[in-house]
Every structure is written in C-alpha cells, then in structure tokens.
C-alpha cells in the first residue's frame, strides 16, 4: 500500500513584513538579508495564533476537494513547535473545528523541522490499522514570529509565520516512499517555552550542505534513480 496525496491547502500570516523593516532598527540591510538567505519579504500573524493558521489550512485543503466525505478523515497530526497552548492539542481543536467525528485519533507532534514528515510516517502507519479507505488529515502550522529575539540580527530575520494541510489515504501499489534518517547537531536550534529561539546559524548551514547531500543520494540510490532522472528536489528553506 502506498500513501496518496488526495488534497492540500495552505496559510500564512497576514502581515507581510519585508527586510526594510529590520533595517530600521538593527545594524543590517535590505541588500545584506538577501545576499545570505535569499528572503525578501515573510508572512507574519497579526493576532491569529498556530490554530487559526492550522484552521486555515485545513480548510484550504478541503476546498480543494469538493464532494470529498468528511467521514473518512479517522486520524488528524498536526506537527508544531508553536503550539497556543500545551493542552489541548491542536489536532483536538481541529476535530472540533472542523466538525469531524468524534470517534478518531487526534495529536500534535513536536519534532521541529522533522515534524511534517515525522507526521506523514506516522499516518502512514496508522492508517494500516484504520478501516479501508480512511484518510488522516496532516497538518503543520508555525507561529515563529513570537519565538524570535528581535534583536538577534543573525537569524530574527529567518523566520515566518504559515501552515500547510494535506489529507491522505493509502491505495494499492507499492509506491516509491523512501526514508534516509541523518543523526546529531541537537544543540543547533532549540525553542525554549520561554525563551527566544536559538540558533547557531552557521553550523545549521554546514550541517545541512554535508548531510542533505548525502541523504539525496542515499534516497536515489534506494529508488535506483540518477540525479538527472528527478525533475524537481524540494527541501527544506535553509
């Protein structure tokens, strides 16, 4: 069985906060932030929290898929480090939001940049044990813009605001899903209850330039596919 993407949907923060804003506090500039991150502009809450965003999103995804049962839906993850509040979690308030049933699972993950895939594998998984034709509804929602030190010229500027929302099933085939797992560099980025977000950027950077391309290859070597062959890599902003 292979997981299948029936619908996505997406939020971001209302607010759009371009690099001039930053340069009118701190020792940096427009022409500075983008030489070293490639970003322009980022989205930014004006009073939404990782809920609505996550809300948002969800029903951005179910707009997408118009006579979709919503009775199928047996399993929400949403995948946050950002969460409103400790307790309940998010994927309970989206139940709830979205009038799903009652008699499903529902939990949020918290595994940083992994989360989103963390959650995917997850579902994955438990969807072999729910009814056939049972669909999870996976969400990751971020409010990061209340997590950074404003002050921290070296990554205030890195961080947005947005959610992402895509319901699955499983379908036969055996599909091409491969897994590869990188392991160290903890101590890198921590997201402290409360305190701002620390970064040891140029580290983040070394890591993920050496690790990420071994685990490209070790993914295609798995799937027994040449660099060439693949249209389009997709990874994570960095």
Request: proline fraction near 2%; glycine fraction near 8%; charged fraction near 25%.
């Amino acid at each position: 069985m292979k997981l299948t993407l029936l619908g996505c949907g997406k939020a971001a923060g209302q607010k759009l906060v371009d690099n001039h804003y930053f340069a009118s506090y701190l020792d940096t500039s427009d022409e500075w932030i983008r030489e070293r991150s490639g970003i322009v502009t980022r989205h930014w809450v004006d009073g939404e929290g990782a809920l609505d965003l996550a809300v948002q999103a969800a029903r951005d995804c179910l707009h997408s898929m118009p006579g979709f049962d919503r009775s199928r839906i047996s399993l929400v993850i949403c995948a946050s480090v950002s969460t409103d509040e400790a307790v309940p979690a998010i994927a309970a308030r989206l139940q709830d939001r979205l009038d799903l049933s009652s008699d499903i699972l529902a939990f949020d993950i918290n595994a940083a940049c992994s989360g989103f895939v963390y959650a995917l594998e997850t579902a994955r998984a438990l969807l072999a044990l729910r009814a056939s034709g049972s669909c999870a509804l996976v969400v990751g929602a971020e409010v990061l813009s209340r997590k950074i030190d404003p002050d921290d010229r070296s990554n205030c500027f890195l961080f947005g605001d947005g959610a992402g929302a895509g319901i699955w099933t499983l379908s036969d085939g055996d599909g091409d899903y491969f897994a590869a797992r990188t392991v160290g560099g903890r101590d890198m980025l921590s997201v402290g209850h409360t305190e701002p977000i620390h970064m040891d950027g140029r580290a983040v950077f070394r890591f993920a330039v050496s690790e990420m391309s071994e685990v490209i290859r070790e993914v295609l070597d798995k799937a027994a596919i040449a660099p060439e062959e693949v249209d389009l890599f997709l990874l994570h902003q960095a």
